[in-house]
């Protein structure tokens, strides 16, 4: 008995330093929404990649006019040519493949692109968190706009003005769109 009481002393104080730990939560889609430098920066990349799909699509219309062709010459052809052209097909197949995996693959252009026109935003935003959370004396910062479920958050805790306002954005009037 005097063991486990002398233990629920002890998980109590343990635990008093939790409360007094202070937390807030940014959702990091709505700063970086509200950041001029990261909307110019999707654009470009939807461009880019809306340039390179289309390149792409214009390569596998090409493959499928080859390949129509060779279907309506397919009796007449020797068969030496048969093979040749089928080379040629399954040849500008995967070369048509190759370029997509080169653009739009894991470590493809567009990742590099995002990389090179994103990541350099990002990095300010999560800095300005930073920063923020150490003035603020806050022990944990969660982002409500990742794969994170939060249920429920008092919005006093909502430092995302605060943020912006650290990286010198302010918020778009999103009212302008309805009309």
Same mark, same amino acid.
């Given at each position: /008995? #005097?063991?486990?009481?002398?233990? %629920? !002393?002890?998980? *109590?104080?343990? =635990?008093?330093?939790?409360?007094?730990? &202070?937390?807030?939560?940014?959702?990091?889609?709505?700063?970086?929404?509200?950041?001029?430098?990261?909307?110019?920066?999707?654009?470009?990349?939807?461009?880019?990649?809306?340039?390179?799909?289309?390149?792409?699509?214009?390569?596998?219309?090409?493959?499928?006019?080859?390949?129509?062709?060779?279907?309506?010459?397919?009796?007449?052809?020797?068969?030496? /040519? #048969?093979?040749?052209?089928?080379? %040629? !097909?399954?040849? *500008?197949?995967? =070369?048509?493949?190759?370029?997509?995996? &080169?653009?739009?693959?894991?470590?493809?252009?567009?990742?590099?692109?995002?990389?090179?026109?994103?990541?350099?935003?990002?990095?300010?935003?999560?800095?300005?968190?930073?920063?923020?959370?150490?003035?603020?004396?806050?022990?944990?910062?969660?982002?409500?706009?990742?794969?994170?479920?939060?249920?429920?958050?008092?919005?006093?805790?909502?430092?995302?003005?605060?943020?912006?306002?650290?990286?010198?954005?302010?918020?778009?009037?999103?009212?302008?769109?309805?009309?």
């Amino acid at each position: /008995m #005097k063991k486990s009481i002398i233990t %629920a !002393i002890l998980v *109590a104080f343990l =635990a008093l330093p939790m409360f007094g730990q &202070k937390y807030a939560y940014i959702d990091s889609e709505y700063i970086l929404s509200n950041m001029p430098d990261y909307v110019e920066a999707q654009a470009e990349l939807d461009r880019v990649a809306l340039e390179w799909q289309q390149e792409i699509e214009k390569e596998f219309a090409k493959i499928d006019s080859m390949y129509k062709k060779y279907q309506t010459e397919v009796i007449t052809l020797p068969e030496n /040519m #048969k093979q040749k052209r089928e080379e %040629a !097909i399954i040849n *500008a197949e995967k =070369a048509a493949k190759d370029l997509q995996k &080169k653009r739009f693959g894991k470590d493809g252009d567009l990742t590099k692109k995002r990389e090179e026109l994103v990541t350099p935003i990002q990095d300010r935003v999560f800095t300005a968190i930073d920063e923020y959370a150490k003035e603020k004396g806050y022990a944990f910062v969660f982002d409500v706009a990742g794969s994170m479920t939060i249920i429920y958050a008092d919005p006093k805790w909502d430092i995302n003005d605060q943020i912006m306002q650290k990286l010198g954005v302010t918020a778009r009037d999103d009212s302008d769109d309805d009309e």
